[in-house]
């Protein structure tokens, strides 16, 4: 008896939540009556490790649709409005890949866009290659995302391993443009996974640039002292020096580099410690004229950024960045993609997405806060153009500041190359 | 210190660059610096060890308590790094006293009767997790240094680099232990310190108060580690966790050194300071941290009791 009891509460339960959910969706239907909908399923990490980063994607989503919305949604389908079903990964690949089968079968949402997280992104993409459906990938730098032959994933944010290439094409800008002649490169790097994935890359990019590689030095990110690497540094030589540090490595070698004096034309971190922003409250001085690389800083030369920024800003109390802004423009695209399909058939939004060229200046203020001019994808699903930036730590009125140097920077800002 | 011969890039293998004794002087100058402040850090956790018979894991803790008051101190009034000394140590005396008389005497009293008292073990990990946590909450994770007039000061001898604090690092390194040896062989305090540790009932039956003694040592250990802190400040960063880069190293050099040796603890930090410094040379410095090991497990075995330990049963 007490047993059947416990089976009707728990029916009972099920029912209320099935009801609820059931308000919920015609509550939002009813919300956007009127014009026709276009439902955008949004994966993203909402709880957990990552929910910092995931909110903040969220809140880019939400504003980049309320704009295109606001400015008359979809003209080739009547004026249709994009409506965002955000679901929550948790961070967490199982979860991601269930969430994305019920978005597609109940939601049925004609696109998904997502995951943050590489672990979630890989799974999720596979249920969308699956069933068909178009899947916008803002932020995901696994490089295997795009490289399993998938048809319908788009990528937007740059590959892990162009984070190398970039700082590569800079030293080759640098070199044509300043005449300086570099010759021999170090590789200092932690010596976990990060670390020595990107010497793989480095190791690679030096022989293809022509550069000879001087030292080749992994160190644990934990050590308590840094002199004897920093010692191999300056016996070496090397006119170029790229470092893959975490914070409290990336401040020992720099304090320690500078009590030491040993210097090199080029010194470039890869993001990680050299990005953190105690790296240049504790360096000072020692860290001026050191570059970094990054997807997008606040300071690029694209003027629509600071209005934008403030609105975010005021909005959310964050300032935009590089993955945010990432997610602002893929809604951008995916609209774009909706305009040129004239229908929400995922097999011709999926061959709009294809065909996407978007560029700076077209009044698509997604495009126009890039670091780089134009979005097309390539034959795997790949931003072509996807880039990084550099910056340089300068002193900026008695403060270390990252100024933006590499591909595009503010009018006369140039780089001080080489280091003095 | 010259180049490689150029031969275009060249596979990982292939990457030697010539080791010449200038660089060789240079690391070993380095080294024994380093040692020198190791084996400052691993002093206080002997000392504890060698009175109480008890392997203090909230040692690096106090190490990170000494970092920031010294930190905040030079922070707040600027002050030279080594003036402060004279209110860290205080601070740091008083509050290992009292973190010995309220935290871990209870627990040393109820395991009285018992030979080794793994309990206090446990207590000054609970010690560790609280004293990290506690600055966590109240100052952040973040990386602080603070610039001091000797930050990345360097005496030259010929081309030979010293950096300031660690010269004065290890002045004050020679004259820490000098001290103690002094303080422990001629004071009366001193004397009680050392009858304690030989046999703690023994000494309790000459009339020596083996808890004031132990609440005095370890209130010594920990200003010890407010010294490690004025010494490492001024070209060292501090963070919550900042004694964990220290914990473990501190155990090895004990070990070493011989559990409960002065002088052991001193060469102790020297070796490991000069191995992390002369081996990077010949391989990558991630290997550095095996030979370490193998040094120490190399040194137990032909000498289990450690370079400078007794042996004896504790």
Redesign the interface.
């Known amino acids: 008896m007490k047993k059947r009891t416990f089976r009707l509460t728990k029916l009972s339960i099920m029912v209320f939540a099935l009801a609820c959910s059931l308000v919920f969706v015609s509550g939002t239907s009813v919300m956007a009556a009127g014009a026709k909908e276009i439902k955008i399923g949004n994966l993203l990490p909402l709880s957990g490790p990552s929910a910092s980063v995931g909110i903040q994607n969220q809140w880019a989503i939400e504003l980049a649709t309320e704009k295109i919305n606001k400015a008359g949604g979809i003209k080739a389908l009547g004026g249709a409005k994009l409506v965002n079903i955000f679901t929550d990964s948790k961070g967490d690949p199982n979860v991601g890949a269930t969430a994305a089968e019920q978005l597609i079968n109940t939601d049925k949402v004609v696109l998904i866009s997502g995951a943050w997280n590489s672990a979630v992104t890989k799974p999720s993409t596979q249920v969308a290659e699956r069933y068909g459906i178009p899947y916008v990938v803002p932020v995901s730098v696994n490089d295997a995302i795009t490289e399993r032959g998938f048809k319908y994933t788009f990528r937007l944010a740059a590959k892990d391993s162009w984070w190398a290439r970039d700082q590569f094409r800079f030293l080759d800008d640098m070199k044509k443009a300043t005449k300086t002649e570099l ?2 490169i170090a590789f200092v790097y932690e ?1 976990g996974d990060w670390g020595s994935g990107m010497k793989e890359q480095w ?1 690679k990019l ?2 293809q640039f ?11 990110s ?8 920093v ?2 540094i ?4 090397p006119d170029v020096l790229l470092l893959t540090s975490n ?2 490595d990336a ?2 070698l720099t ?1 320690t580099m ?4 040993v210097k090199a034309k080029a010194i470039i971190g890869t993001g990680g410690g050299h990005a ?4 240049r ?4 001085k ?1 860290c001026e004229n050191m570059f970094d690389v990054v997807e997008w800083e606040t300071d690029l030369n694209r003027p629509q950024i600071p209005a934008l920024n403030q609105e975010f800003k005021a909005l959310h109390k964050f300032d935009l960045a590089g993955e945010s802004v990432d997610a602002f423009a893929s809604v951008y695209v995916i609209a774009d993609a909706l305009e040129r399909a004239k229908s929400t058939d995922p097999k011709k939004l999926r061959d709009a997405l294809a065909a996407t060229n978007l560029c700076v200046g077209k009044g698509k203020l997604g495009i126009d806060i890039l670091s780089y001019d134009c979005v097309t994808f390539d034959q795997t699903g790949q931003n072509k153009n996807a880039g990084i930036v550099l910056v340089q730590f300068r002193d900026v009125n008695g403060t270390m500041e990252r100024v933006t140097v590499w591909p595009v920077a503010r009018k006369g800002i140039k780089p001080i190359f080489p280091m003095p | 210190m010259s180049r490689a011969p150029s031969r275009g890039p060249a596979p990982r293998d292939t990457i030697k660059s010539e080791v010449t004794l200038e660089a060789i002087i240079q690391a070993i100058i380095n080294g024994s610096m380093t040692g020198a402040y190791y084996g400052l850090a691993a002093l206080g956790l002997t000392l504890i060890f060698g009175v109480i018979k008890v392997i203090n894991f909230a040692h690096g803790s106090l190490l990170m308590v000494g970092m920031f008051a010294a930190y905040w101190i030079i922070h707040l009034t600027g002050w030279h790094p080594y003036a402060v000394l004279f209110l860290v140590i205080p601070m740091l005396f008083v509050f290992g006293y009292a973190l010995q008389g309220i935290v871990i005497k209870p627990v040393l009293e109820a395991q009285r009767e018992v030979r080794e008292p793994t309990e206090v073990i446990i207590v000054t990990t609970g010690v560790w997790y609280v004293l990290d946590n506690l600055a966590l909450m109240l100052f952040g994770a973040e990386f602080r240094t603070v610039k001091t007039s000797i930050t990345g000061q360097v005496f030259f001898l010929g081309d030979y680099f010293l950096p300031k604090p660690q010269v004065y690092g290890v002045v004050i390194t020679i004259l820490t232990s000098g001290l103690l040896l002094w303080f422990l062989k001629y004071t009366r305090m001193g004397k009680s310190i050392r009858a304690a540790s030989l046999d703690r009932d023994t000494a309790s039956l000459m009339g020596i108060n083996q808890y004031r003694v132990y609440n005095i040592a370890f209130g010594i250990g920990a200003a010890i580690a407010g010294i490690v802190g004025c010494v490492l400040i001024p070209f060292y960063y501090v963070f919550p966790s900042v004694g964990v880069v220290f914990d473990v190293k501190c155990f090895i050099i004990v070990v070493l050194g011989g559990l409960g040796s002065i002088p052991g603890a001193l060469i102790g930090g020297v070796i490991v300071g000069l191995i992390e410094s002369i081996f990077p040379m010949f391989m990558t410095s991630t290997w550095t941290e095996l030979i370490v090991y193998a040094v120490f497990m190399a040194v137990l075995f032909i000498r289990p009791a450690g370079l400078f330990g007794e042996k004896r049963d504790w």
């Open positions: 010759k021999t010596n190791t030096a022989a022509g550069y000879q590689i001087v030292l080749d030095e992994p160190y644990p934990t050590a308590s002292d840094l002199t004897p690497v010692m191999k300056k016996a070496a030589k914070a409290a401040i020992l304090n500078a009590t030491y004096k953190d922003p105690s790296f409250q504790t360096t000072g020692n």
